[in-house]
C-alpha cells in the first residue's frame, strides 16, 4: 500500500514522493501467554492490571490480602472495576479463596464450579 504525501498535502509535482508503509509485516508482539501476579496494596495499583488485561495476554493472579486488611471499601471500587474491564474484553474473573482474584482475557475461561448441596444429615430419622 503506498500513499503519495505531496497529493495528501495538496502539492503536484512530476516526480512524486511516495511513502510505502507494509501494515501486514509490522512487528506484532509476541502471542505468548503470560500468567502474572499483581498485589494490591492500594487502589492506584489496580491500573497496572488494567493495562495488563487490555493488553490480551495476560492472566492476572491478583493478591487482595493488604488491600482488604487496609480498606474494604477501595477493596469493592477495585474488583468492581477489574470484573467491568474483564466484561469489556469478554474474560472471565473469578475469586479463589479470600484473598485471590483470577482474572483472563477472552481466549481463556475459568472453571466455575457449582456449588454443591451440603448434604442435611438426620440422624435422629434415619434407622438403622
Do not use: C
Request: hydrophobic letters at 45%; zero cysteines; glycine letters at 4%.
Amino acid at each position: 500500500m503506498a500513499f503519495s504525501l505531496k497529493k495528501l498535502l495538496g502539492k503536484s509535482d512530476s516526480g512524486e514522493d511516495f511513502v510505502e508503509l507494509d501494515i501486514d509485516s509490522a512487528e506484532k508482539p509476541d502471542a505468548k501467554v503470560v500468567v502474572r501476579p499483581f498485589v494490591l496494596k492500594v487502589y492506584d495499583d489496580i491500573n497496572e492490571v488494567l493495562n495488563s488485561l487490555r493488553e490480551g495476554f495476560t492472566i492476572a493472579i491478583i493478591d487482595v490480602r493488604l488491600l482488604k486488611q487496609k480498606d474494604v471499601i477501595e477493596l469493592k471500587r477495585a474488583v468492581a472495576k477489574v470484573k467491568k474491564t474483564v466484561d469489556a474484553i469478554e474474560g472471565s474473573i473469578a475469586g479463589f479463596g479470600e484473598n485471590v482474584i483470577i482474572a483472563t482475557p477472552k481466549f481463556a475461561s475459568i472453571h466455575k464450579a457449582a456449588p454443591q448441596k451440603k448434604e442435611k444429615i438426620d440422624f435422629i430419622n434415619e434407622k438403622y
